[in-house]
C-alpha cells in the first residue's frame, strides 16, 4: 500500500521559514518522480516544485529562489526547504509520487504565513 505523509506545516512570520517533509512507503522511492504541490483556497492546485529520480529540479517562476527541493533516497523522503515566505504561500501543500503514469498524493500539511 502507497503512503506519502507530509509534515512540517504550520503558521510562519513573513519572512520566515519552513521545511516540509514527504515521506514515502510502499513505493520503490527511487524510481519515482515527486513533486511538491500547493492548493490556496478558492483556487486550483498548482506545481510549486518537481525533482526527477535522475535529481532534475524545476520551479514555478513565484517560488523561483526561495524554495528549494531535494530528496533523500534512502530515507524515501523529499523536502521543501521554504524561505523567506510570503502571504500569498499560504496554502495546503501536496506531495506527489509519479512513475510511468501511476501518480499518487498525500494528504497535505498546512502553511500559513501571517504576521
Known amino acids: 500500500q502507497v503512503q506519502l505523509v507530509e509534515s512540517g506545516g504550520g503558521l510562519v512570520q513573513p519572512g520566515g521559514s519552513l521545511r516540509l517533509s514527504c515521506a514515502a512507503s510502499g513505493v520503490i522511492f527511487r524510481l519515482y518522480d515527486m513533486a511538491w504541490y500547493r492548493q490556496a483556497p478558492g483556487k486550483q492546485r498548482e506545481l510549486v516544485a518537481a525533482i526527477t529520480s535522475g535529481g532534475s529540479t524545476n520551479y514555478a517562476d513565484s517560488v523561483k529562489g526561495r524554495f528549494t527541493i531535494s530528496r533523500d533516497n534512502a530515507k524515501k523522503t523529499v523536502y521543501l526547504q521554504m524561505n523567506s515566505l510570503k502571504p500569498e504561500d499560504t496554502a495546503t501543500y501536496y506531495c506527489?509520487?509519479?512513475?510511468?503514469?501511476?501518480?499518487?498524493w498525500g494528504k497535505g500539511t498546512l502553511v500559513t504565513v501571517s504576521s
Open positions: 506527489n509520487a509519479a512513475y510511468y503514469g501511476m501518480g499518487y
